[in-house]
């Protein structure tokens, strides 16, 4: 199954939404960057990249998924399953 967006596609629109919505200097979005220890976001930034990601996606992470991220490269693979799904 071929997904709409690989995972280097879903990294950088990621990092688009980090740095210009959020003023993460882009040299601290690594994958293993955890969001809010090494990225100082709270709950309510990690919400806002999801409605995000949704927009970029027209996919909705469920409420399970979205608790389990804790990390850039945890939202990528999140969403990248996501889209595999369907």
Known sequence: MECKYSKE????????????ELDIAEENITLEANLFEDLDLDSIDVVDIA???????????SPTEFKKIKTVGNV??????????D
């Open 51 to 61: 409605v995000r990601m949704q927009k970029f996606t027209d996919k909705k992470l």
């Open 9 to 20: 596609q879903i990294l950088r629109e990621l990092k688009t939404i980090l740095i210009e």
């Open 76 to 85: 990528v693979d999140a969403v990248f399953d996501l889209l595999m799904r």
